[in-house]
């Protein structure tokens, strides 16, 4: 099982920035994708950014040159660093994360943390 815990939301003006961090915690043998999603209010939720262990990372058009994921396996670590922020990135962001429990087992489990607030207003 992994637990996630995200930390880093909050309220900025519009232009401004936040990073958002999760961290992975529990008993797995290893995640493998890990990113981010996010819920506006009325809408449904999407994939904001998500990275391979590799680095690999993708982005929805709508943030790309603005945001940035990263992450750290050996901390089991995913951060998002947001910039220029818009009010239309106001949402709910939710860390996930892809692992693999068993060494025996290729079965990927999903995992979510709980969401953080991310309001972007004047």
């Known amino acids: 099982q992994v637990q996630l815990v995200e930390s880093g939301g909050g309220l900025v003006q519009p232009g401004g920035s936040l990073r958002l961090s999760c961290a992975a915690s529990?008993?797995?043998?290893?995640?493998?994708?890990m990113g981010w999603y996010r819920q506006p209010p009325g809408k449904e939720r999407e994939l904001v950014a998500g990275?391979?262990?590799?680095?690999?990372?993708n982005y929805v058009d709508s943030v790309k040159g603005r945001f940035t994921i990263s992450r750290d396996n050996a901390k089991n670590m995913v951060s998002l660093q947001m910039n220029s922020l818009k009010p239309e990135d106001t949402a709910v962001y939710y860390c996930?994360?892809?692992?693999?429990?068993?060494?025996?087992?290729?079965?990927?489990?999903?995992?979510w943390g709980q969401g953080t607030q991310v309001t972007v207003s004047s």
């Open positions: 529990g008993s797995y043998f290893s995640i493998n994708a």
């Open positions: 996930n994360a892809k692992a693999s429990l068993r060494d025996y087992s290729p079965t990927e489990f999903n995992y």
């Open positions: 990275i391979t262990r590799g680095g690999n990372a």
